[in-house]
């Protein structure tokens, strides 16, 4: 075996390794904001998360209130 080989296999598990990191740290930062977030619905305190596309519907137009028309 070439030891250009075995340092292009170093790296890409160097690479998978520090792959691996950044994940487990974005997965804990996520879970703490989530954890913040349900326990603040619980108090009531009405902290919300952040205003995403959840309102817009498959085709891209935003839902409208109930009482509003085009008309």
Known sequence: MKSSDVKARLDVADDAAKREQR???KLRENLK???????ARAA????SPP???ANDTADGA??????D???
């Open 23 to 25: 994940l487990a740290a």
């Open 33 to 39: 904001r989530r954890k913040e977030q349900a326990r």
């Open 44 to 47: 009531g305190t009405g902290k």
């Open 51 to 53: 205003e995403t596309e």
């Open 62 to 67: 935003a839902l409208k209130p109930h009482g």
């Open 69 to 71: 028309s085009d008309s």
